[in-house]
């Protein structure tokens, strides 16, 4: 399975943009990338997910490198209610499960 | 839209003891996936049904574990015996045929702590 790398964790202030960077060097053409997030105490919801283009929707932003090798998350004015797990995935191809890495902890500071 | 529900929300048994886990997936959704989670770790699959089909198991430790969806709705997974490291919280989730971006809708879990 192609694998992402993402940062163990990550701070921000509330009401800030945050970025949130993923690695998937080993993506193929035919993996999208999905975002997934965790809240505490919670099961996984779906954030969002491109294949190539840059993807935006209610709850964040997706920009995808030309390369397609690496990929951020924006959340643009981040909430308390924001602090959780974000996990990358690359999902497709050859590979339809969703395989979650440790993902990054996102801590939203007031 | 009611979500994925899921019971009980936690369980505390000893080690050698058995316990199931029930999962009710969102009204038409005919995928229905287990995963087990780890303290500190991502989500791991356990097993994919397909209606009441199993569709891929290879992570299931099938010596111990055992899940079915008889009706191609509801669904069980059950643990017997339980061992220490099978302490971890259980996450069903639902996805339905159509879609475009092949979303998986997941429950609250159930924390199982083993003794």
């Known amino acids: 399975d192609a694998k992402t790398t993402q940062p163990n964790s990550m701070e921000s202030n509330e009401e800030e943009p945050v970025h949130l960077p993923c690695n998937h060097s080993?993506?193929?053409?035919?993996?999208?990338i999905h975002w997934y997030r965790q809240l505490p105490s919670q099961g996984p919801e779906y954030v969002i997910h491109g294949l190539t283009s840059n993807v935006n929707n209610r709850m964040a932003s997706l920009a995808i490198a030309e390369d397609r090798k690496s990929s951020t998350l924006i959340l643009h004015r981040a909430t308390l209610r924001d602090a959780a797990v974000y996990y990358c995935?690359?999902?497709?191809?050859?590979?339809?499960?969703?395989?979650f890495g440790k993902g990054t902890l996102l801590t939203v500071n007031p | 839209e009611a979500g994925v529900a899921q019971s009980p929300r936690y369980k505390i048994i000893e080690k050698r003891q058995s316990v199931a886990f029930w999962c009710n997936p969102i009204?038409?959704?005919?995928?229905l996936y287990w995963y087990q989670q780890i303290l500190g770790q991502g989500p791991k699959l356990l097993i994919q049904?397909?209606?009441?089909?199993?569709?891929?198991d290879s992570q299931l430790p099938k010596d111990r574990f055992s899940a079915e969806r008889l009706k191609g709705v509801d669904s069980t997974l059950k643990i017997q015996p339980a061992k220490l490291e099978d302490s971890a919280v259980y996450l069903c989730?639902?996805?339905?045929?159509?879609?475009?971006?092949?979303?998986?809708?997941f429950g609250p879990g159930t924390r199982l702590t083993v003794l």
């Open positions: 995935i690359l999902f497709g191809g050859s590979n339809y499960k969703l395989t």
């Open positions: 989730a639902s996805k339905g045929s159509s879609g475009r971006n092949n979303e998986q809708f």
């Open positions: 080993t993506i193929s053409g035919t993996d999208y």
């Open positions: 049904f397909q209606n009441n089909g199993v569709v891929d």
């Open positions: 009204s038409g959704h005919a995928t």
